[in-house]
T-cell receptor
Framework: DVKVTQSSRYLVKRTGEKVFLECVQDMDHENMFWYRQDPGLGLRLIYFSYDVKMKEKGDIPEGYSVSREKKERFSLILESASTNQTSMYLC??????????????FGPGTRLLVL | GIQVEQSPPDLILQEGANSTLRCNFSDSVNNLQWFHQNPWGQLINLFYIPSGTKQNGRLSATTVATERYSLLYISSSQTTDSGVYFCAVGNQFYFGTGTSLTVIP
């Protein structure tokens, strides 16, 4: 079974703090994704990566950065947390397009509260 | 980006009823997925279905790529089917806003 794990289920931080969210997958997937989910807005893509050290902006990258130093690990960084970044953060991984299906597998999510 | 619209936004069913959820998208895509998000927030992939029809137990899905829509069918619904159903399309996996399903015993 594919396993995608996220470093925390719940996190409380203060405005201005630097926040690290980590995601690890064990299926040797090339693609990794970070989304945030807010009521009524569905899932919105923040960043994705298709290879080590590669990253692409999604729809809402402002205020976030990412790091992918190893294939299995994709980190989301909030450089200076703000209250409007309070949200559910979801990580996913998938194979690169090609002969296999690009089925996405999601982690359990991190609920971040910024005070 | 690609616009994804799901309907209906909310659905309440009696246990045992059937339902059809729809996903419309604004551009040609070469991938499409359906997910179920359970009450604890976990997203589970139901189908990877860029075109054609697939079935898995009581669930089936059909994508008509040329007409830019996909349908998810749930038959003989159970309370465990409750949750939010999302479709996601495109290379960057654009998500719709979901259909919230509640199945009443």
């Amino acid at each position: 079974d594919v396993k995608v794990t996220q470093s925390s289920r719940y996190l409380v931080k203060r405005t201005g703090e630097k926040v690290f969210l980590e995601c690890v997958q064990d299926m040797d997937h090339e693609n990794m994704f970070w989304y945030r989910q807010d009521p009524g807005l569905g899932l919105r893509l923040i960043y994705f990566s298709y290879d080590v050290k590669m990253k692409e902006k999604g729809d809402i990258p402002e205020g976030y950065s990412v790091s992918r130093e190893k294939k299995e690990r994709f980190s989301l960084i909030l450089e200076s947390a703000s209250t409007n970044q309070t949200s559910m953060y979801l990580c996913a991984s998938s194979f690169l397009a090609g002969e296999v299906e690009e089925t996405q597998y999601f982690g359990p999510g991190t609920r971040l509260l910024v005070l | 980006g690609i616009q994804v619209e799901q309907s209906p936004p909310d659905l309440i069913l009696q246990e045992g009823a059937n339902s059809t959820l729809r996903c419309n998208f604004s551009d040609s895509v070469n991938n499409l997925q359906w997910f179920h998000q359970n009450p604890w927030g976990q997203l589970i992939n139901l189908f990877y279905i860029p075109s054609g029809t697939k079935q898995n137990g009581r669930l089936s899905a059909t994508t008509v790529a040329t007409e830019r829509y996909s349908l998810l069918y749930i038959s003989s619904s159970q309370t465990t089917d409750s949750g939010v159903y999302f479709c996601a399309v495109g290379n960057q996996f654009y998500f719709g806003t979901g259909t919230s399903l509640t199945v009443i015993p």
